[in-house]
């Protein structure tokens, strides 16, 4: 067993030159430390290479799964590739860098608090975290339009060739769903997603209407099913520790310049295994 940690960030964005420099001072503990990447490193391919690339260099495992913005199609990108054959492309680099990714085999830590399967997820979503007062996605998506709150997304992430981004979510639950269920039952389970899996995180979101492109109600009960001894995520730039049925989840976004800014903390990667006495 190593001494080492399990350990996650998110939203990078390194896009901004703050955030970049944050990044370029992400040190391991230990030669044993992992690194869990839940998603939104950057939105162009060359900068999450180069992102991956370094932290790859430094930490002993890397385990990425993407966020929506690595998903968006920019129209400076060099990479013009959309939706699946985007994603693939991501995670064809990953592999080429000896990244971890939602398409690999799920790696098993077996550090402090392990053994345990890091299982990294990309899921998406499919609308179904209506807007407050709807009850459909038609009626949701005209709240946040007639609100001002509608996400990049609708305009950048193409789903291509599904014909929208929920058949697109609906194909991945079923396929993530069916490789779950393989994992050894007699093993807890990390689930690493970008989104969170529960609608509950989203309560607290300053604009309520967005929460529709932050999960899917599919996987209300996975931190249940599959065992998680934690659940790590992203994309809320919400950083913080929350528990739903016993289970902890970890919100471990570093987030815009403008949103960490004002906190006025260092940022660290957050301590997934071994967890802190309660």
Known sequence: MSGGRLLAVSDLHVRYAENRAIVDGLRPGSDDDWLIVAGDVAEYLADVRATLTLLR???ATVIWAPGNHELWTLRDDPVQ???EARYRELVATCRELGVRTPEDDYPVWTGPGGPVTVAPLFL???YSFHAPGTSSKEESLRRAY????????????HPDPYPSRDAWCAARVSYTEGRLAAVDPGRPTVLVNHFPLVREPTRILRHPEFAQWC???RTADWHLRFRAAAVVYGHLHIPRTTWY???RFEEVSLGYPREWRPRGVGFEPRV???ASPA
């Open 57 to 59: 260099d430094r930490f």
């Open 81 to 83: 590739l959309r939706g």
């Open 124 to 126: 998406l979503y499919d």
């Open 146 to 157: 007639d609100a001002g709150v509608v996400c990049t997304d609708e305009m950048l992430l």
């Open 215 to 217: 999960g899917t109600a």
């Open 245 to 247: 049925d016993g289970v």
């Open 272 to 274: 997934v295994l071994p």
